[in-house]
């Protein structure tokens, strides 16, 4: 158990809908990550806060947004949804350092499927 | 382009037996490599972090190594057991951008009895 939490585990919606992800990072680590698995393209890194602030930005699209709260937990809203957002979507976490070299922890993920 | 590339695509071995997975990157500026162990339907786990004056490190049955100069790296598995059926991730992150982080397509490893 890594001690992310990602809530719901399955997602089933349809085309130009909007769904909420949620995340709860391991107690302590103050940056989360969002990710998308997808079985075309594989891993690719969406966006990372860190104590409540964006820090950075991967392949992100305009359609999506994310937020981290007072509480930690984050959120990725995934809005107008295509056929082609069906994917594994992980939340990660890392301790309290600032910095790249802190070990990763990965949720179970979220399985988005537009229909 | 920053880039990630890993081999094999697919492999299988026999429990107890040795293997040998590799990385080849061209991010630059380099901050760091990890491998991470992904089994079907589950999160990717930490096995190793790497950062430049690293050319080595262990965990457990695991042993990364990391060749800066030439941007390569490799995964060597000991002594496999059969819970080591998973895919494999390379991937590499550049220095002082976060956004930063690209993947490598992984290796599928399967151990047969």
């Known amino acids: 158990d890594s001690g992310v939490t990602q809530t719901p585990k399955h997602l089933i919606t349809a085309t130009g809908q909007r769904v909420t992800l949620r995340c709860s990072p391991r107690?302590?680590?103050?940056?989360v990550y969002w990710y998308q698995q997808s079985l075309d393209q594989g891993l690719q890194f969406l966006i990372q806060y860190y104590n409540g602030e964006e820090r950075a930005k991967g392949n992100i699209l305009e359609r999506f947004s994310a937020q981290q709260f007072p509480d930690l937990h984050s959120e990725l809203n995934l809005s107008s949804l295509e056929l082609g957002d069906s994917a594994l979507y992980f939340c990660?976490?890392?301790?309290?350092?600032?910095?790249?070299?802190?070990?990763?922890?990965f949720g179970d993920g979220t399985r988005l499927s537009i229909l | 382009k920053n880039q990630v590339e890993q081999s094999p695509q697919s492999l299988i071995i026999l429990e107890g037996k040795n293997c040998t997975l590799q990385?080849?990157?061209?991010?630059?500026?380099?901050?760091?490599l990890r491998w991470y162990k992904q089994d079907t339907g589950r999160g990717p786990v930490s096995l190793t972090i790497?950062?430049?004056?690293?050319n080595t490190k262990s965990n457990g049955r695991y042993t990364a190594t990391l060749d800066a100069d030439t941007k390569q790296s490799s995964l060597h598995i000991t002594a496999s057991q059969l819970s080591d059926s998973a895919s494999y991730i390379c991937v590499v992150s550049a220095r002082s951008s976060a956004s930063k982080i690209i993947f490598g397509s992984g290796t599928r490893l399967s151990i047969r009895p």
């Open positions: 990660a976490s890392s301790g309290s350092g600032v910095g790249s070299n802190q070990p990763q922890h």
């Open positions: 107690s302590g680590d103050l940056s």
């Open positions: 790497m950062t430049f004056s690293e």
């Open positions: 990385c080849n990157y061209t991010v630059s500026p380099f901050s760091n």
